[in-house]
C-alpha cells in the first residue's frame, strides 16, 4: 500500500476510534436520548422537535454519535446563527461576532453548508451571494447592502436556494480576474477591514489570525532573513539600531516578505470597493520610503516565505515557499499543519464553550486535525466530531 493512503487510512481509523472511545464513555453517564440532545444544543443551540430527538437518539444508540450530529447540523440556526457566529469575528478588526453579515461571513456559511474543502477559503475564487428569491437588492461592489437585507430579512441561509455558490471574477463590476481571487480574502468585507489604507500588512496579520490562530508576535523570529524588509520600517528607531535589530526585524522581516501578495490590492474607501490594479504597485507599498531608503522597494506582487525554517518549522509547512499574488499565499497558508489545528480549536471553543485544555483535549485536536486532513478538509466533519467528543461535559 502507497505510504500516504495507508497513513490517511490510519487517521480515519484513529479518528473513528477515538469517537467510538468518547461515546462510551459518555454513555456510562448518561442514556442515548440525553447525549442526543446535548449534541443538538451544542450545535444549534435551540431545542430539537420531538421527531428529530427520536431520530438523533436512535442514531446515538446505535453507535453512530457522528451520524446524529451531522442530523443536528440540519437545524437552520446550526448555520444562521452558530456558524455564522463563529465566521464573523474573522471579518473585522474588532473581532466582534455582531458585526453585520457581508460576502465573507456569507461565503464561511455556504462552504460549510455546501462542504466545500475549506482550505479553499484560502485560495478559491468562491462567495456566496443571495439569490433573486431571497432579496431584490443586488449584490452590489460599493456597498453591503446586499447582505444586510438579507440579515434584516432573517432569510433562512441554510437554504441552497436562498444563499448560492457564485465566483467573485464572474461578479457585475469585479476587477479581479480568475486568477487574483483568493477566498475570503479578496472579498468586498475582507478588504473594507484589511486593505483599507494602511500598508495592507493588516491583510496578512488578520489573514493569519483568522486561519492559522496566531498574530504576529507569535511568529517573532529575529534570525529570519530581513532583505525584504520595507523602506518605511526605520532601522534605528528613536535612534537606536538594537532595537531593530532584536525586536522589529522578528516580526518585520517575514510578515513584510509575505505582504507584496497584496501588492496591487486596494480598498477605496470613498468609493466603497477593491481595486485590482495589475502590475502596477499600489502606492501605499511605496509610502515614508525616505524612512530608510535603502529598504526594500516593491516592484511587483512577489512573496516570499522566511519562516518557513527555524522556530517557526513547527507550523508545518507544505506549500510553495514563494510566489506571486494572493492566491498562491493563500495557498502557502491554507497547507499548514497549524491551519488544520486552528479550524479544530476554533470549533472546539465554539460547541465545547471552552478552549482545549490539558492533555486529553490537546490529543483530540490532534485527532480531529487528523481527520479534517483525511476528510477533504470538512469542516462540516469537525463540528460533528468537535461535538461528539464535548457532549459528556
Excluded at 17 to 33: E, I, K, M, Y
Excluded at 122 to 150: C, F, K, P, R
Excluded at 179 to 193: E, H, I, P, Y
Excluded at 381 to 388: D, P, Q
Amino acid at each position: 500500500m502507497c505510504p500516504l493512503i495507508r497513513r490517511r487510512t490510519l487517521w480515519i481509523a484513529r479518528a473513528a476510534a477515538a469517537t467510538l472511545c468518547v461515546a462510551a464513555a459518555v454513555s456510562s453517564q448518561a442514556g442515548p436520548r440525553e447525549q442526543a440532545k446535548r449534541l443538538h444544543d451544542r450545535l444549534a443551540g435551540t431545542p430539537p422537535t420531538p421527531a428529530v430527538l427520536d431520530a438523533m437518539q436512535a442514531k446515538v444508540a446505535a453507535g453512530d454519535a457522528v451520524g446524529a450530529a451531522m442530523q443536528a447540523m440540519t437545524d437552520p440556526a446550526f448555520y444562521n446563527t452558530t456558524v455564522r457566529e463563529l465566521a464573523t469575528p474573522w471579518t473585522n478588526r474588532d473581532r466582534s461576532q455582531y458585526a453585520d453579515l457581508n460576502d465573507s461571513t456569507a461565503t464561511v456559511i455556504g462552504m460549510v453548508r455546501d462542504d466545500v474543502p475549506f482550505d479553499q477559503a484560502l485560495y478559491e475564487d468562491i462567495v456566496y451571494v443571495g439569490s433573486s428569491a431571497a432579496t431584490s437588492v443586488a449584490y452590489s461592489q460599493t456597498d453591503n447592502a446586499h447582505y444586510v437585507d438579507l440579515q434584516t430579512k432573517r432569510i433562512d441561509l441554510s437554504q441552497p436556494a436562498n444563499l448560492v455558490r457564485a465566483t467573485q471574477s464572474g461578479l457585475p463590476g469585479s476587477t479581479l480576474g480568475a486568477g487574483d481571487t483568493a477566498g475570503l480574502m479578496t472579498t468586498r468585507g475582507f478588504a473594507q477591514a484589511f486593505l483599507v489604507a494602511g500598508t495592507n500588512r493588516a491583510a496578512v496579520r488578520f489573514a493569519s489570525l483568522g486561519m492559522l490562530c496566531m498574530d504576529m508576535e507569535d511568529f517573532r523570529d529575529v534570525s529570519a532573513w530581513p532583505d525584504r524588509i520595507r523602506q518605511d520600517v526605520s532601522r534605528s528607531p528613536g535612534g537606536d539600531s538594537n532595537l531593530f535589530l532584536n525586536d522589529c526585524i522578528g516580526c518585520h522581516a517575514g510578515l513584510d516578505g509575505l505582504a507584496g501578495a497584496f501588492a496591487y490590492y486596494d480598498f477605496d474607501a470613498t468609493a466603497g470597493k477593491l481595486n485590482y490594479t495589475l502590475n502596477t504597485v499600489q502606492p501605499k507599498f511605496l509610502k515614508d520610503a525616505g524612512t530608510f531608503p535603502f529598504g526594500y522597494q516593491t516592484t511587483g506582487d512577489s512573496w516570499i516565505n522566511y519562516w518557513r525554517v527555524g522556530p517557526n518549522a513547527f507550523i508545518g509547512w507544505k506549500g510553495p515557499g514563494s510566489g506571486s499574488g494572493a492566491k498562491s499565499l493563500g495557498t502557502e497558508l491554507a497547507q499548514t499543519r497549524q491551519f488544520s489545528e486552528c479550524q479544530v480549536k476554533k470549533v472546539f471553543a465554539k460547541v465545547c464553550y471552552r478552549t482545549p485544555n490539558g492533555a486529553a483535549d490537546l490529543q483530540v485536536v490532534q485527532t480531529l486535525a487528523n481527520s479534517f486532513e483525511a476528510n477533504n478538509k470538512s469542516l462540516k466533519r469537525v463540528f460533528a466530531e468537535t461535538a461528539v467528543y464535548c457532549m459528556g461535559d
